[in-house]
Nanobody, 116 residues
Framework: DVQLVESGGGSVQAGGSLRLSCVVSELTSSDYCMGWFRQAPGKEREGVAVIGSDGSTVYKGSVKGRFTISLGRAKNTAYLQMNNLKPEDTAVYYC???????????WGQGTQVTVS
């Protein structure tokens, strides 16, 4: 099974930065996407940023200009650079990986981001 492992969460003050990482245990397709989602207490999970294997990106409106999603050189790692963090960014952040050969997207275990 494909496994996703996230890291990089933590607690920061408003205006600070964090960088999240997500490592996929194996890439079974060269055409895939990876994304970051978040879920705040009492709220539904929402998409934050998505990147395709071709480098195309899509961002949630409220994070545009502050967050950057990217792929590592080995392509099995996705990063989310988060700058100018705001208290409303506080949530558990999840990484997801998907391609046409998977019956459903793969999810990581989540990493907590707290902005005070």
């Amino acid at each position: 099974d494909v496994q996703l492992v996230e890291s990089g969460g933590g607690s920061v003050q408003a205006g600070g930065s964090l960088r999240l990482s997500c490592v996929v245990s194996e890439l079974t397709s060269s055409d895939y996407c990876m994304g970051w989602f978040r879920q705040a207490p009492g709220k539904e999970r929402e998409g934050v940023a998505v990147i395709g294997s071709d480098g195309s990106t899509v961002y949630k409106g409220s994070v545009k200009g502050r967050f950057t999603i990217s792929l590592g050189r080995a392509k099995n790692t996705a990063y989310l650079q988060m700058n100018n963090l705001k208290p409303e960014d506080t949530a558990v952040y999840y990484c997801a990986h998907d391609h046409s050969g998977l019956s459903k997207p793969c999810w990581g275990q989540g990493t907590q981001v707290t902005v005070s």
